[in-house]
């Protein structure tokens, strides 16, 4: 796990989230060096995606801390409150989410869902941000649904113009939650591909995924949850070849894996 | 028409006139009350709250007596007119508000999810996602309000408004056939309403277009 540490891009810091008075991640620590694919599994309900939402504040951390590039995020204010989110919009202009459920704005064309945060949070013009966009969905191999609304497109368009509304905002790392989940199976695999290509370039991620297969082939490190905590994972090869922990063992049993 | 029917002309100015101005009131004065019913402050939040609640409450005529002849008695002297589009226009910014609440609550959360991880600023976000996503679903409830305004606005003509209300009154005072004076009045708050549906209908069928 540990690498050059001044490679560090994202940094979790004992962070925990606490629904109900529960505690759903519980002190959890996680480094993502720039350039990784990080792949968190685990069981339903084991905080995967609590933990992923905490990395851009969407959800509230009750304790620890996020650390971008070796900057503490220190968002200011009462959460949810406009200052809240103010202040944590030079943070978020560095982080890429990709959705389970997409999230893409209906009543706007694919097209316009990947130019409308260029023009308004980069201060892009229109000609520019729509000249990036059209190359996005392109490489995203989209050229054909760029003219249409997100509900004309399949679930596994709809995504990659998840992706590419991301991709257009030139993160530094993206955040991907389920982002298979919500597709039917036939179609997923071309989010995944999409996925590999923006891996094979470079990109930073972070991905909570039940695709053994994609963790296996594609991630460089394999972070196991379960009940709130990180109970196994490392080097992805290693971790499928013989995890270290019976929890562990049984998932990947279960998920015939193992 | 208006020597048949006296006063006729002016009485349906005053009607849609107190109409159209109380709803602007309430269409304006409605956004700071969604405003602060939705703030994370429970002391400000309350208060929009109990603002809500306390007007709609009381029974409309009461908010206009208390206006016209409270306020008007002394300290804010208004003329019946100016009493009624205040009344009328503070009674449907409670009731505005709340359809803008329910219209902002049935957007799906996924969609602040994604302004927020687009790091969208507020107005933008307002502009080019929330309002264009809230106008289908807010169109219709606020042009049934409209059509209760419309009706409401006959209480004006207690406080002295020369509505197509008390137009009605006096004619039938006069020409002592209240039947057809009245079923005359009926149709024209008829024909007042049927275009207000006509273009909620029409406008919401172009948002469907496009959705």
Redesign the interface.
């Known amino acids: 796990m540990e690498r050059d540490p001044a490679a560090t891009l994202l940094r979790i810091e004992n962070v925990s989230v606490v629904h109900d008075g529960k505690a759903v991640v519980d002190r959890v620590s996680l480094n993502v060096q720039r350039g990784q694919v990080v792949a968190i599994i685990g069981p339903s309900g084991a905080g995967k995606s609590s933990l992923l939402r905490t990395v851009?504040f969407?959800q509230q951390p009750a304790g620890g801390s996020i650390h971008l590039a070796g900057e503490e995020v220190r968002p200011q204010g009462?959460?949810?409150?406009?200052k809240y989110?103010?202040s944590?919009?030079?943070h978020?202009?560095r982080?890429?989410?990709v959705?389970q459920?997409?999230?893409?704005?209906?009543?706007?064309t694919a097209l316009e869902n990947v130019v409308?945060?260029q023009?308004?949070?980069h201060g892009r013009d229109t000609a520019e941000a729509k000249a990036r966009a059209l190359a996005e969905l392109e490489r995203l191999n989209l050229r054909d649904c760029a003219g249409k609304?997100p509900?004309q497109c399949s679930g596994g368009q709809q995504q990659r113009i998840a992706i590419a509304?991301a991709l257009a905002?030139d993160p530094e790392i993206i955040l991907f939650d389920e982002p298979t989940s919500a597709i039917d199976p036939e179609l997923s695999a071309e989010v995944l591909d999409a996925l590999k290509g923006l891996a094979a370039q470079g990109i930073t991620m972070l991905v909570v995924t039940h695709e053994m297969k994609f963790a296996q082939e594609v991630a460089d490190e394999v972070v196991f949850m379960a009940g709130g905590r990180i109970v196994d994972g490392g080097p992805s090869a290693e971790f499928f070849q013989n995890p270290s922990t019976e929890r562990a063992r049984k998932f990947l049993q279960a998920v015939g894996r193992w | 028409m208006d020597v048949l029917f006296h006063g006729l002309l002016g009485a349906l100015a005053n009607t849609v006139g107190i109409t159209l101005g109380a709803l602007l009131v309430g269409l304006v004065l409605a956004v700071p009350v969604t405003w602060a019913a939705r703030s994370t402050s429970p002391a400000v939040s309350g208060a929009a709250v109990a603002f809500i609640q306390i007007v709609r409450s009381v029974p409309v005529l009461v908010w206009l007596f208390l206006i016209y002849f409270g306020l008007g008695g002394g300290m804010l002297p208004l003329p019946p007119f100016g009493a009624a589009v205040a009344g009328l226009g503070i009674v449907s910014s409670a009731y505005v508000a709340e359809i803008y609440r329910s219209g902002l609550a049935a957007i799906p959360a996924g969609q602040r999810d994604a302004i927020h991880s687009l790091a969208l600023p507020a107005g933008p976000a307002l502009r080019r996602i929330l309002l264009p996503q809230l106008l289908p679903i807010v169109l219709p409830p606020l042009s049934s309000y409209t059509i209760g305004l419309l009706k409401d606005s006959a209480l004006a003509s207690i406080i002295g408004v020369k509505d197509l209300t008390a137009i009605g009154y006096d004619n039938a005072q006069t020409n002592m056939n209240g039947l057809l004076t009245f079923t005359i009045i009926g149709l024209i708050y008829i024909g007042l309403s049927v275009p207000v549906a006509a273009l909620s209908r029409h406008v919401g069928n172009k948002v469907a277009a496009r959705a």
Do not use: M, Q, T, W
């Not at chain 1, 009462?78 to 406009?82: I, L």
């Not at chain 1, 997409?102 to 009543?107: C, E, K, Q, S, T």
């Open positions: 851009n969407l009462r959460p949810g409150s406009r989110e103010r944590l919009r030079k978020r202009r982080v890429g989410v959705f459920h997409f999230n893409l704005f209906p009543h706007l409308v945060a023009v308004h949070v609304l509900g509304r905002l």
